[in-house]
């Protein structure tokens, strides 16, 4: 059934929030994320390929431990929104968010009416009916975040509009690809990458959007910190786990 959503709480609140992207498709692996402490994980299916079922069971193992689950969709797809939502996430997060358009689809597509068109069942996330439908939709509208991952050099033009789309949570900048976009490829600390996430942060501040940062060198996450913003993805499962590996093997053939 679905729960109020702590994230978007803490966010609310000015707390700091810390979420790790979940690319094994393992519900234990998401279990253990949220064991260890993260606040929000991101389940990915624009990279990865994670079956309907062990996707629900991935979002099942969040709720055991505690930690709200977010799912990467490949797109603003209206029918893979659906899907995700009705297995139980507490919202979505869609790639290359373009513009104005397609954050209006994402809303559209994650919320019921009045505030969207979002189709209608019950199931796991009315807990088989513990929660009546209409209950349920308002619960839903309330609690369920869009999430807007700009990674373009379309997305960082038009930014403010997309901000300023009723019904974006959250915005969070994809450097890596951004770098692509803007002819330097892989190179995340590149001036004008930095400039050009510098600029989604102040147009979130600008209309009171949680901007959630990636720190990827020494004193971004203090940089941040200090400017205001309170949500940090610190990266994804397999790179945790491979540098935990490593130093643990170095360690003992030194």
């Given amino acids: 059934m679905l729960q109020p959503n702590q994230l ?3 966010l609310a609140a000015g707390r700091d929030v810390f979420g790790l992207i979940n690319s094994l498709p393992l519900p234990l692996m998401t279990e ?6 993260f606040d929000f994980v991101i389940l990915d299916l624009e990279h990865v390929g994670v079956n309907p079922q062990t996707l629900e069971n991935m979002i099942r193992a969040a709720e055991c431990a505690g930690i709200t689950a977010l799912v990467r969709v490949p797109w603003a797809a209206p029918d893979i929104i659906l899907r995700v939502l009705d297995a139980g996430a507490h919202g979505i997060v869609v790639p290359h968010v373009h513009g104005r358009v397609e954050a209006e689809l994402a ?3 994650a919320r ?3 505030l969207g068109t979002r189709g209608i069942t019950g199931g796991r996330t009315t807990g088989f009916g513990t929660l009546t439908l209409p209950d349920y939709l308002e619960r839903a509208n309330r609690e369920l975040m869009v999430v807007a991952m700009i990674e373009d050099r379309e997305g960082v033009d038009a930014i403010d509009e997309i901000v300023a789309v009723p019904g974006i949570d959250m915005v969070l900048e994809g450097a890596i690809d951004l770098s692509q976009s803007l002819g330097v490829p892989a190179d995340a600390q590149h001036p004008s ?3 050009a996430i510098r600029r989604i942060a102040q147009a979130c501040q600008a209309r009171g959007v949680p901007f959630c940062a990636i720190p990827r060198a020494a004193g971004q996450f203090e940089h941040w910190r200090e400017r205001g913003v ?6 994804d499962d397999r790179a945790t786990a491979f540098r935990a590996m490593k130093q643990l093997v170095t360690g003992y053939r030194t």
Avoid at 32 to 37: C, K, L, N, T, W
Avoid at 230 to 235: E, Q
């Fill in 32 to 37: 253990m994320i949220g064991y260890a402490g």
């Fill in 8 to 10: 978007k709480a803490a």
């Fill in 112 to 114: 019921y009416h009045p």
């Fill in 193 to 195: 990458v930095q400039a």
């Fill in 107 to 109: 809303v559209e597509s």
């Fill in 230 to 235: 309170h949500a940090f993805l610190l990266g």
